[in-house]
C-alpha cells in the first residue's frame, strides 16, 4: 500500500500545545503524515462512491407517497365536513411521486396488500444506486 504525506503544522500538535511560549510568538513548523491511498474505482467512470456494505446504507430514513394535490380557497376548507370528497389532480391509473426531503425520488402505482396501500415502483432513476 502506498502512502500520500500531508504537513501538520505544530501549533495543531497536541505536543506543541504544551509548550511555555505564547502562540503568538511560536512559529508553525510542518511534519509529514502517511496516510493510505484511495483504491481506484472497480468500476470505472461512474462507480458507485458507497460500497455495500457502508454503514451509511443503515441510516434510516422517511419516504413519503404524494398521492396528487387540490387547490381551493380557505373558505372551502373551513367548510369541509366529514364525508366530503376533495378530488384531486392525479388520475387513478397515474404514476404517484415517492417523496423525500421534498424531492421527487422515484414513481409508482398505488396497489393494495391485504389491507394496506403499497407502491408498485415503475420510475427508479439509476443515480439511486450506492
Not at 502562540?23 to 462507480?47: K, M, T, Y
Not at 396528487?68 to 367548510?79: K, P, R, Y
Not at 415503475?122 to 450506492?130: G, H, I, K
Request: hydrophobic residues 45%; charged residues 20%; proline residues 9%.
Amino acid at each position: 500500500m502506498t502512502h500520500d504525506t500531508l504537513e501538520i503544522p505544530d501549533f495543531l500538535d497536541a505536543r506543541s500545545a504544551a509548550s511555555n511560549e505564547p502562540s503568538s510568538e511560536r512559529q508553525p513548523a510542518a511534519r509529514p503524515v502517511a496516510l493510505p491511498s484511495l483504491p481506484p474505482a472497480q468500476d470505472g467512470p461512474g462507480a458507485a462512491v458507497l460500497e455495500r456494505s457502508s454503514p451509511l446504507l443503515q441510516i434510516s430514513v422517511r419516504l413519503s407517497a404524494r398521492v396528487g394535490e387540490t387547490e381551493l380557497t380557505l373558505g372551502e376548507l373551513t367548510a369541509a365536513r366529514a364525508g366530503d370528497v376533495l378530488a384531486l389532480d392525479t388520475l387513478v391509473a397515474q404514476p404517484i411521486d415517492l417523496v423525500l426531503n421534498d424531492s421527487v425520488v422515484a414513481r409508482g402505482v398505488l396497489v393494495a396488500i391485504d389491507e394496506h396501500f403499497a407502491v408498485r415502483l415503475t420510475e427508479v432513476p439509476a443515480p439511486l444506486r450506492f
